[in-house]
């Protein structure tokens, strides 16, 4: 299911700690479109550092969102967490069939993955040649526990949605950079950080040739912006959560709760950052990208670039695409950075 080949069009869906998030996208002269798109709150604590914790409450909100977009598909496309993972890169012998490659990993999957096998979904695709072997093929194969894949498929069921790909949130992220980015922006000798950076989860996901090559999470996100509002202000975390996107705030937000916090991102890409140089040998980042839900706020770009001396950009996965008569440009733009993994989901259609 990880890796179910393109052939038809799916619904791309992102369940994190804060909403489940709907996106249909087509494709018209030579464009993707937006055709259709929702956004739905979930109550906190459904969901708990990508982990489903309830399945009622987030198959009904997903189930409302659906209900909301009136997608044209019923196929969804969802994602589990990178840390819920576990992938290899093997070699195996380029004569194979598919039907041979399954056979053969299931009997020697116990070498790869320290779980018995009744407690795993796994899949695998054929990277490519192997750069050291002309008579093989790197295969990547990846295996999460049942209870990861089992929540998302249930979710889609209460919806009446049909989960056709369980994908991994770090490859979706890369493939709606990789299929988005101008073609300039991409160096294939360039290492490329792609930072999420949610609303409990932060993900460092390094890119380079097109490839991810290293993954990192973090427990940190906008939620302790909303947490800090509430202590200082006296709010409810509701009230601290509403005032975060609509403004209002006193005068001294911006100084005393604001820049700390982005000061707090900073901080938290440079340790993670740090974990990549002391494991990796694949050389430095020579540019930051920002996506996920918190990297909307404004200057989050400026400061993290100031404190860590790289270059650095908020992406936005729709800017060069075509919008659907219903689909609103404003809307859109506040919540497109909250939508790069729902992106790379429903680009499953086409790439």
Do not use: H
Not at 287 to 314: F, N
């Amino acid at each position: 299911m990880f890796f179910s080949r393109k052939s038809q069009n799916y619904l791309g869906i992102d369940i994190s700690s804060t909403a489940v998030k709907v996106l249909e996208l087509g494709r018209v002269g030579g464009r993707f479109r937006v055709e259709k798109y929702a956004v739905e709150p979930i109550p906190v604590g459904a969901v708990v550092e990508r982990d489903v914790k309830d399945i009622d409450t987030v198959g009904t909100a997903l189930q409302r969102a659906v209900a909301r977009c009136k997608p044209g598909t019923k196929l969804g496309a969802v994602a589990v967490a990178g840390s819920s993972v576990i992938t290899k890169t093997i070699q195996m012998d380029a004569g194979l069939s598919e039907d041979d490659m399954e056979k053969q990993i299931m009997i020697e999957a116990d070498q790869y993955i320290p779980y018995a096998l009744e407690e795993v979904r796994i899949d695998f695709d054929v990277i490519g040649p192997s750069p050291t072997s002309p008579d093989e093929v790197d295969v990547l194969l990846a295996a999460s526990r049942i209870e990861n894949v089992d929540a998302r498929v249930e979710v889609l069921e209460r919806a009446g949605v049909t989960a056709k790909i369980i994908d991994i949130e770090a490859y979706a992220i890369e493939r709606a950079y990789n299929a988005l980015s101008p073609s300039g922006d991409i160096d294939e000798e360039t290492n490329i950080a792609l930072v999420d950076i949610g609303a409990t989860m932060t993900s460092l996901s390094v890119v380079r040739d097109r490839q991810t090559i290293y993954t990192r999470e973090t427990v940190f996100g906008g939620r302790q912006l909303t947490e800090d509002i509430q202590r200082r202000y006296g709010f409810s975390y509701e009230e601290a959560g509403l005032a975060k996107k609509q403004g209002g705030l006193p005068d001294d937000y911006e100084a005393e709760v604001l820049l700390p916090f982005k000061e707090s991102v900073a901080q938290q890409v440079s340790r993670s950052l740090q974990f990549y140089y002391s494991s990796n040998q694949s050389g430095d980042i020579g540019q930051l990208v920002l996506v996920g839900g918190t990297s909307a706020l404004a200057g989050i770009a400026e400061v993290v670039e100031e404190r860590l001396g790289i270059p650095t950009k908020v992406f936005n996965p729709f800017g060069d695409m075509a919008l659907a008569p219903g689909v609103s440009a404003q809307a859109l733009s506040g919540d497109a950075p909250a939508l790069m993994i729902c992106c790379g989901l429903a680009l499953r259609s086409f790439v």
